[in-house]
């Protein structure tokens, strides 16, 4: 007569019941481990406000340099280059750049204020951060200097 799988008694061994868990206990330790290891990598991959700003008077620098019919507003600028309507204005807590008066690009985030200053032949750019940290710019268009860009900060 054949015997069933079901009338087995036999269960798991010491052995057996050890070795499942040290298995579990391994995983387990493992576990917090990887959890910071993500978190680190997630720090990483967030921009610093300095990486930000820096690559905000990049992008200005080069586009304000040589630009035509600027217009100033307390939070906002707007001038002509390359036959394009350019303009960067405070959005919600944000500073965003336009063309054209199309589009939607965030340069800056978590801003509280901007000020935007008219000088001789350029603009002060100054931005009051969420955290209270203020960053500030001048910018030049050397339109009828023949130089380089402006300072960057």
């Known amino acids: 007569m054949k015997k069933s799988q079901f009338n087995n008694h036999n269960g798991f061994t010491l ?27 997630d720090e990483h991959l967030v921009p610093t406000k300095s990486y930000e700003w820096n690559l905000f008077t990049f992008q200005f620098r080069n586009e304000f340099k040589g630009s ?10 707007s001038f002509i280059k390359e036959n394009k309507e350019v303009m960067y204005e405070k959005y919600g807590h944000s500073l965003r750049r336009r063309i054209d008066r199309k589009g939607h690009e965030i340069v800056l985030q978590d801003v509280r204020n901007v000020n ?3 000088l001789g032949n350029g603009v002060q750019v ?15 268009t050397y339109s009828s200097m023949g130089g380089e860009g402006g300072n960057g900060q």
């Open 15 to 41: 052995i057996e019941t050890i070795f499942v868990l040290s298995v579990f206990m391994m995983i387990s330790f493992c576990v917090p481990v990887l959890i910071k290891g993500l978190e680190t990598i």
């Open 68 to 77: 035509k019919e600027i217009e100033y507003g307390t939070e906002s600028i």
């Open 116 to 118: 935007i200053s008219p």
């Open 126 to 140: 100054t931005v009051t951060f969420t955290d209270n940290q203020i960053l500030s710019s001048t910018f030049y």
